[in-house]
Structure formats: structure tokens, C-alpha cells
Nanobody, 125 residues
Framework: QVQLVESGGGLVQVGDSLRLSCVAS????????VGWFRQTPGNEREFVAA????????YYADSVKGRFTISRDNAKNTVYLQMNSLKPETTAVYYC??????????????????WGPGTQVTVSS
């Protein structure tokens, strides 16, 4: 499996921006895609965004379209999640995940087989 480590979380104010990073290491092949998910206490893990390593095709949850941007740096084995115009409901633990399987879409938890430990994002009003 690929090892993933997230960073960049923290405490910010409503309207601020934050950039999360996810560094992949370990297995030679990075797999096909990396996604970002988030989870709040008592709720299921929710898809946020995903990107293919090769084509850079991106996928977004409707709730973040226009505010969040996912990108990748193949040379650094790193995927970023730029989050703008943050809202209190953005507060969650954010996880990055990698998929070693080719799919037409990467919007489901079950399509990812490696996960990072998560990073807390708290948006204060």
C-alpha cells in the first residue's frame, strides 16, 4: 500500500483560506487517483474531491464546487486541496486516500484502499 500523510489543517476564521497537502510514499506506483474526504463526529466519511495522477481529471462534491480546488504535483508525489471562503460547516477531520484501481469515477469511500491519518480543520465564526 501507499503511505499517505496529510498536513495543513488548523484553526481559521470564516472566510479564510487553507491549503491541505497529502504526500504519498512507499510503493513505487502511486496508483490511479487520490481523493480528499472529511468526517465529523457521528457522521460517515464524506467525499470532497479527487484527482487522477495521470490526466489530472478532477471530481468535486457539489458542496465544494467553486470554493475548493484539488491539484497534484507528480514530481513531489503530493496532492493539494485549496479551500477558500471557508464556512463553519467545513469543520471536520480531512483525510486523503489513494486508489490502486482504475475506475471511471472516484467519489466513493470504497474505491480508495490507502488512507492517511487525517488532519483537523476547524472554522470558527
Amino acid at each position: 500500500q501507499v503511505q499517505l500523510v496529510e498536513s495543513g489543517g488548523g484553526l481559521v476564521q470564516v472566510g479564510d483560506s487553507l491549503r491541505l497537502s497529502c504526500v504519498a510514499s512507499g510503493r513505487t506506483s502511486r496508483g490511479y487517483a487520490v481523493g480528499w474526504f472529511r468526517q465529523t463526529p457521528g457522521n460517515e466519511r464524506e467525499f470532497v474531491a479527487a484527482i487522477r495522477w495521470g490526466s489530472a481529471s478532477t471530481y468535486y462534491a457539489d458542496s465544494v464546487k467553486g470554493r475548493f480546488t484539488i491539484s497534484r504535483d507528480n514530481a513531489k508525489n503530493t496532492v493539494y486541496l485549496q479551500m477558500n471562503s471557508l464556512k463553519p460547516e467545513t469543520t471536520a477531520v480531512y483525510y486523503c486516500a489513494a486508489s490502486s484501481v482504475y475506475y471511471n469515477y472516484y467519489t466513493r469511500v470504497g474505491r480508495f484502499d490507502s488512507w492517511g491519518p487525517g488532519t483537523q480543520v476547524t472554522v470558527s465564526s
